[in-house]
């Protein structure tokens, strides 16, 4: 459910935000007063899956205004499931690139733990799946493995599988993310035969090597499945979150985004002006996108996580097939619409260049 907050409450939340994210951040003790609404924070920090960074930069604050007892009691609730699924993750990630590395096979953990342990509390950054890439070549072998230790096979596209087993969720990636621009789709799949399989680099899960993609390559790999989503559904602050880390740990002097620039540069404004990236860290940081910024914000805002918080989307939907396909197709392209405004190019390349193309393979995949 969308929430409409006041200026000074979104000044407030983002002013914590930026202390759990950073070490070196101290939240601004102007914003906050007795008249704070905590419950606005709180709804906001659900929305944008960012509780467990909120809760750490709430306890920069002085003690005299921080939220009462009975909030932080009630917050901390959730803040220790936040904990409780990373745990869980860890320990499922670490279980399952040592069964694939077992059978011969060359996983390289994507997103998720791998970037939680950039951030200064690894517990505190909300988990999703564990992604997993595999490869095209033993894609259907890690997903009779995942099956041996028993994941149930769900839904299945042409970009990964989707398999769980109780509450944990494993994708097995053939390819790693959908790229609109036919240039930069070359370049990054360059890119990844240069150091797959053999170039990964090594983050400790659980005590465990895990192998996750080199820096410099992941950079781009974050922003692009991130850019991907903005345009077709949405993102929230997690996704921006786990790209201003990334940056901010990598030494980046230069990058090929070629195809999708604009976007580069409005999405990284917002990194530095509102989660507080050090502009050095971002190649072509560009002030002068501050306009389409704004509009950027105003949508990731609105979105939540992943598009979560139009919940019309989901509870409304017909559930009949031809109905339920009108549906999606009306309410997203009131999205296009917006993202249309900030790159039209962009945007009219992924509704007929992929949209369409991959709507018909589906249909007649599921009807044919």
Request: aromatic share 12%; proline share 4%; hydrophobic share 40%.
């Amino acid at each position: 459910m969308k929430t409409t907050v006041s200026p000074t409450t979104e000044k407030a939340f983002f002013s914590l935000l930026r202390a759990g994210l950073w070490n070196d951040h101290t939240p601004d003790t102007a914003l906050f007063d007795s008249d704070t609404n905590w419950n606005e924070i709180f709804v906001l920090s659900m929305q944008q899956t960012v509780i467990g960074l909120i809760w750490d930069g709430m306890a920069k604050l002085p003690a005299q205004l921080q939220p009462p007892r009975k909030v932080k009691l009630h917050w901390y609730t959730y803040v220790l499931k936040v904990e409780q699924g990373n745990e869980e993750i860890n320990a499922s990630v670490a279980e399952i690139v040592a069964v694939y590395q077992n059978n011969g096979l060359h996983p390289v953990l994507l997103k998720g733990a791998g970037l939680a342990a950039l951030y200064p509390n690894p517990l505190h950054r909300c988990a999703g799946d564990m992604d997993v890439y595999i490869g095209e070549k033993d894609y259907d072998t890690a997903n009779r493995i995942a099956q041996s230790i028993g994941y149930v096979m769900g839904a299945e596209s042409s970009q990964h599988s989707h398999m769980d087993r109780g509450r944990m969720v494993v994708e097995n990636h053939r390819k790693m993310v959908t790229i609109f621009s036919q240039t930069l789709q070359s370049e990054f799949l360059q890119q990844l035969d240069e150091w797959y399989p053999h170039g990964a680099e090594m983050v400790k899960i659980n005590g465990q090597e895990i192998p996750v993609p080199p820096a410099h390559f992941n950079v781009l790999f974050v922003f692009l499945h991130m850019y991907k989503h903005f345009i077709q559904m949405g993102v929230g602050l997690r996704q921006l979150c786990d790209w201003a880390i990334l940056l901010n740990h990598t030494e980046l002097k230069d990058i090929n985004v070629e195809g999708c620039m604009k976007g580069w540069q409005y999405l990284g404004l917002f990194l530095v002006e509102y989660l507080g990236l050090d502009a050095t860290k971002l190649p072509y940081c560009n002030p002068a996108m501050r306009t389409e910024m704004e509009m950027a914000k105003a949508m990731i805002m609105n979105d939540g996580n992943f598009g979560f918080n139009e919940t019309d989307f989901y509870t409304k939907r017909p559930k009949s097939y031809w109905a339920g396909k009108l549906f999606s197709f009306r309410y997203q392209s009131r999205r296009w619409f917006k993202v249309f405004r900030l790159q039209p190019a962009e945007t009219m390349c992924f509704i007929f260049v992929y949209r369409m193309r991959t709507s018909l393979a589906q249909i007649v995949k599921d009807r044919f």
